[in-house]
């Protein structure tokens, strides 16, 4: 694990650039540390001036006497290597580059960005930065940036790769009346990545949820191997911006074309645990909700109103989320029936009616926190010439008060009458929208964290399968030697027999006899193909014969094979005839690999056959999740395959084992052999019993 500790709650702090011109950046910094109340020793760096701000300033960090923590650099770009040189030297041990004009600036830049990254390998010196804001921990207190103002104490750690963002959320918090443990700002990521952050604020005893703006992820590897675990203690929600679709536009495998980044995003985040966002909002009101409300139980919502048609919209929003509407228990019913007017809706949502004041609200606040059935509470509130908004704040948070564990959330929809009530709530740590949407959108998010807590124990993982690895290998090997990187047919199902993935062996004859043999060998009726790197389609060339019942049969369809591609493409290369079983019809199923820069080989099993495209039946996940049974399972059962595959109409069910024994294997063969880049099984036909991959297609890179 990263312990930071020494960037977040350093005992020492130089400011190198520190400056006495109130409007440099290097004063900014050393106010900002003065100002947040930082307890430790700083030291303003500056070679012509002899106080800032009241403290001693030091010509350079070597003339420091003592150790010193933490570094934060505000010198033009071309000093910055001395001074970080410098920096090591006195045995700092992690350094804050504020300063711009590096790798987002062009090659240059990248030259003098991997110089300061050298040296802080030298040193084993930690980076932050460079062209970066800074950081900020509100519980040591710490302000080691030049942003304006230092957030609320609160429990959001609020990691970004925009400076700017960092700059605009800190201002809007303090009218937000959200509170922060720690802000980060990443910049380049010359050293220290998002992971690093999260691994660290995952630990952070203030911490409670942890938002991230992201642009891209540094190492996808490593992101999942950290979030997997941070994720399990606390929740993480990520804006994840700037992906791009190009890579599956260039993918020439059906999955490729399928995949592409954005859905290698989703899906490594799901399967770390990470929640998704997709806009601003969304991302600070779960961050409000993660830090004030206790993650429900369940999945049921109990509404409380007085105006009808919000309470519909709200309704509707829960039914079409992973929500549902609370069913109350009779004793509930009854209760509400007996204490609510006689118009009022006892069912839920609760009605309470236009003319509700306070008492009507708490007596149905009350009977929901009871009910056994409520898992949280969203309580939604229209102005009216009667109503009592500050009044109903204040039960709100009595009643919160008195039923901790489940959540409430606030909708309080108007405006300038309202002001007063919501700034109540907000105060009271109750998560309060102006539309009812919005706070479904949030108490999903936070129960869908739930779910995944409470499903993560993890799933015992299945034994490693036999394989035999050298026969793959081979088959490679003689690929490549032969100067393609698309395997034929029979290499291809060679190697998926290799690692028992159940296939349609096809065999290559190059002579007549050798088709007899073969044939006889595998059992009639044959299948007899072309095998040519140059024919892609090789029944449009007449290079297919099918239903192949004897000997003189396959002779024949040998002799004509032959004799049509030699007319239609006299200059293709022949290597020979692929001879293959005939097989049955079956449940037609694809499983294909696309494998994502960032994240490594992505599985997809779907409705195979040739529409794949066009029904887009696929559901993905990331190989190396493939690795029990569980997992495999759900990946089927969110297709509409799935419902196919347990017996449609009648129909048997097929043989889900073998499909889930198929789906494991390949996840394995895509991850022990990274040269392969793209592949399709499609279609795997399933049967009542077994199954059989039909066409398989496989492509592997060029050698270095
Ligand atoms: N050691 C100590 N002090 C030094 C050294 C040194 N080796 N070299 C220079 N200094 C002093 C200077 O004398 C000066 O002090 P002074 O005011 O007493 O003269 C101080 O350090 C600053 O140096 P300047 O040359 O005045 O540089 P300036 O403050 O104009 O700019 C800065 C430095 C801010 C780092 C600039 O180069 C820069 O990168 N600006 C952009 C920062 C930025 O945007 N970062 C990304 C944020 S993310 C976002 O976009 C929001």
Same mark, same amino acid.
């Given at each position: 694990?990263?312990d930071?500790?020494?960037?977040?709650d350093?005992?020492?702090v130089?400011?190198?650039?520190?400056?006495?011109?109130?409007?440099?950046?290097?004063?900014?910094?050393?106010?900002?540390?003065?100002?947040?109340?930082?307890?430790?020793?700083?030291?303003?760096?500056?070679?012509?001036?002899?106080?800032?701000?009241?403290?001693?300033?030091?010509?350079?960090?070597?003339?420091?006497?003592?150790?010193?923590?933490?570094?934060?650099?505000?010198?033009?770009?071309?000093?910055?290597? #001395?001074?970080?040189?410098?920096?090591?030297?006195?045995?700092?041990?992690g350094?804050?580059?504020?300063?711009?004009?590096?790798?987002?600036?062009?090659?240059e #830049?990248?030259?003098?960005e991997?110089?300061?990254?050298?040296?802080?390998?030298?040193?084993?010196?930690?980076?932050?930065?460079?062209?970066?804001?800074?950081?900020?921990?509100?519980?040591?207190?710490? !302000?080691?940036?030049?942003?304006?103002?230092?957030?609320?104490?609160?429990?959001?750690?609020f990691?970004?790769?925009?400076?700017?963002?960092?700059?605009?959320?800190?201002?809007?918090?303090?009218?937000?009346?959200?509170?922060?443990?720690?802000?980060?700002?990443?910049?380049?990521?010359?050293?220290?990545?998002?992971?690093?952050?999260i691994?660290?604020?995952?630990?952070?005893?203030?911490?409670?949820?942890?938002?991230?703006?992201?642009?891209?992820?540094?190492?996808?590897?490593?992101?999942?191997?950290?979030?997997?675990?941070?994720?399990?203690?606390?929740?993480?929600?990520?804006?994840?911006?700037?992906?791009?679709?190009?890579?599956?536009?260039?993918?020439?495998?059906?999955?490729?074309?399928?995949?592409?980044?954005?859905?290698?995003?989703?899906?490594?985040?799901?399967?770390?645990?990470?929640?998704?966002?997709?806009?601003?909002?969304d991302?600070?009101?779960?961050?409000?909700?993660?830090?004030?409300?206790?993650?429900?139980?369940?999945n049921?919502?109990?509404?409380?109103? !007085?105006?009808?048609?919000?309470?519909?919209?709200?309704?509707?929003?829960i039914?079409?989320?992973?929500?549902?509407?609370?069913?109350f228990?009779?004793?509930?019913?009854?209760?509400?029936?007996?204490n609510?007017?006689?118009?009022?809706?006892?069912?839920?949502?609760?009605?309470?009616?236009?003319?509700?004041?306070?008492?009507?609200?708490?007596?149905?606040?009350?009977?929901?926190?009871?009910?056994?059935?409520?898992?949280?509470?969203?309580?939604?509130?229209?102005?009216?010439?009667?109503s009592?908004?500050?009044?109903?704040?204040?039960?709100?948070?009595?009643?919160r008060?008195?039923y901790?564990?489940k959540?409430?959330?606030?909708?309080?929809? #108007?405006?300038?009458?309202?002001?007063?009530?919501?700034?109540?709530?907000v105060?009271?740590?109750?998560?309060?929208?102006?539309?009812?949407?919005?706070?479904?959108?949030?108490?999903?998010?936070?129960?869908?964290?739930?779910?995944?807590?409470?499903?993560?124990?993890?799933?015992?993982?299945?034994?490693?399968?036999?394989?035999?690895?050298?026969?793959?290998?081979?088959?490679?090997?003689?690929?490549?030697?032969?100067?393609?990187?698309?395997?034929?047919?029979?290499?291809?199902?060679?190697?998926?027999?290799?690692?028992?993935?159940?296939?349609?062996?096809?065999?290559?004859?190059?002579?007549?006899?050798?088709?007899?043999?073969?044939?006889?060998?595998?059992?009639?009726?044959?299948?007899?193909?072309?095998?040519?790197?140059?024919?892609?389609h090789?029944?449009?060339?007449?290079?297919?014969?099918?239903?192949?019942?004897?000997?003189?049969?396959?002779?024949?369809?040998?002799?004509?094979?032959?004799?049509?591609?030699?007319?239609?493409?006299?200059?293709?290369?022949i290597?020979?005839?692929?001879?293959?079983?005939?097989?049955?019809?079956?449940i037609e199923?694809?499983?294909?690999?696309?494998?994502?820069?960032?994240?490594?080989?992505?599985?997809?099993?779907?409705?195979?056959?040739?529409?794949?495209?066009?029904?887009?039946?696929?559901?993905?996940?990331?190989a190396?999740?493939?690795?029990?049974?569980?997992?495999?399972?759900?990946?089927?059962?969110?297709?509409?395959?799935?419902?196919?595959?347990?017996?449609?109409r009648?129909?048997?069910?097929?043989d889900?084992?073998?499909?889930?024994?198929?789906?494991?294997?390949?996840?394995?063969?895509?991850?022990?052999?990274?040269?392969?880049?793209?592949?399709?099984?499609?279609?795997?036909?399933?049967?009542?019993?077994?199954a059989?991959?039909?066409?398989?297609?496989?492509?592997?890179?060029?050698?270095?």
């Open positions: 694990m990263s930071l500790g020494f960037l977040f350093p005992k020492e130089a400011v190198i650039g520190a400056s006495a011109s109130p409007q440099k950046i290097g004063y900014a910094i050393v106010s900002n540390l003065v100002k947040s109340g930082y307890k430790g020793k700083i030291y303003p760096i500056n070679p012509r001036v002899k106080e800032i701000l009241g403290l001693p300033c030091h010509p350079s960090i070597g003339e420091v006497e003592g150790p010193v923590d933490l570094a934060v650099i505000a010198v033009p770009a071309k000093y910055s290597i #001395g001074v970080l040189q410098e920096c090591g030297e006195a045995g700092v041990k350094a804050i580059i504020i300063t711009a004009g590096f790798k987002e600036t062009g090659i #830049g990248l030259k003098l991997q110089e300061l990254q050298a040296v802080g390998q030298k040193y084993g010196m930690r980076l932050v930065g460079p062209n970066c804001v800074g950081l900020m921990d509100t519980h040591t207190p710490l !302000n080691a940036s030049f942003a304006a103002g230092f957030p609320e104490k609160g429990n959001i750690s990691i970004s790769q925009s400076g700017a963002m960092v700059i605009a959320i800190l201002d809007w918090s303090f009218q937000a009346g959200l509170g922060f443990s720690r802000f980060i700002s990443l910049g380049n990521k010359s050293d220290l990545d998002e992971s690093d952050f691994e660290s604020c995952a630990a952070d005893p203030n911490t409670r949820v942890i938002l991230v703006y992201a642009e891209d992820i540094s190492d996808g590897e490593k992101f999942i191997r950290v979030c997997t675990t941070a994720s399990r203690v606390k929740p993480i929600v990520i804006l994840k911006s700037g992906t791009s679709e190009a890579g599956a536009q260039a993918a020439s495998s059906h999955t490729g074309a399928l995949a592409g980044s954005n859905l290698a995003y989703d899906t490594a985040f799901r399967q770390s645990g990470v929640l998704r966002t997709d806009d601003m909002s991302l600070f009101n779960l961050g409000l909700a993660f830090s004030t409300q206790p993650l429900p139980r369940g049921r919502v109990a509404i409380i109103t !007085n105006s009808g048609g919000p309470a519909i919209i709200a309704t509707d929003a039914e079409k989320s992973g929500l549902g509407m609370a069913r228990e009779k004793a509930t019913i009854d209760q509400l029936r007996e609510l007017p006689a118009e009022s809706n006892i069912y839920n949502p609760i009605d309470v009616l236009g003319d509700a004041r306070v008492d009507r609200f708490l007596f149905a606040l009350e009977r929901s926190f009871e009910d056994e059935n409520v898992d949280s509470v969203i309580v939604i509130f229209s102005p009216t010439a009667v009592e908004p500050e009044k109903i704040a204040d039960t709100i948070l009595e009643q008060k008195k901790p564990h959540p409430v959330f606030a909708v309080y929809m #108007g405006g300038k009458t309202l002001a007063k009530g919501k700034a109540i709530l105060k009271g740590n109750v998560p309060t929208f102006t539309f009812p949407e919005s706070a479904v959108k949030a108490l999903e998010g936070i129960s869908r964290y739930a779910d995944f807590r409470q499903a993560r124990d993890a799933a015992p993982q299945l034994p490693l399968p036999q394989v035999d690895r050298t026969i793959v290998k081979a088959t490679f090997y003689d690929v490549i030697k032969d100067r393609r990187v698309l395997l034929m047919g029979h290499e291809a199902s060679q190697v998926l027999d290799a690692y028992g993935i159940p296939v349609n062996r096809s065999y290559l004859a190059t002579s007549v006899e050798e088709a007899c043999q073969i044939s006889q060998k595998i059992g009639f009726p044959v299948v007899l193909k072309i095998s040519s790197p140059r024919i892609a090789k029944t449009d060339v007449g290079g297919v014969e099918i239903g192949l019942h004897s000997r003189r049969e396959v002779e024949k369809a040998y002799n004509r094979i032959t004799e049509r591609v030699n007319r239609f493409m006299p200059d293709a290369p290597y020979g005839i692929e001879v293959s079983k005939m097989v049955d019809e079956g199923v694809i499983i294909g690999m696309s494998r994502d820069i960032q994240f490594g080989p992505m599985i997809a099993f779907g409705l195979g056959g040739i529409y794949v495209n066009l029904l887009q039946d696929v559901s993905f996940r990331l190396s999740s493939l690795n029990n049974r569980k997992a495999i399972e759900e990946m089927i059962a969110e297709t509409k395959a799935f419902t196919l595959l347990k017996g449609y009648g129909q048997k069910s097929a889900i084992d073998t499909l889930i024994d198929a789906i494991y294997r390949t996840a394995r063969l895509v991850q022990d052999f990274e040269e392969i880049t793209e592949m399709d099984i499609n279609p795997l036909r399933v049967y009542s019993r077994g059989t991959g039909v066409d398989v297609k496989i492509t592997i890179s060029k050698p270095d």
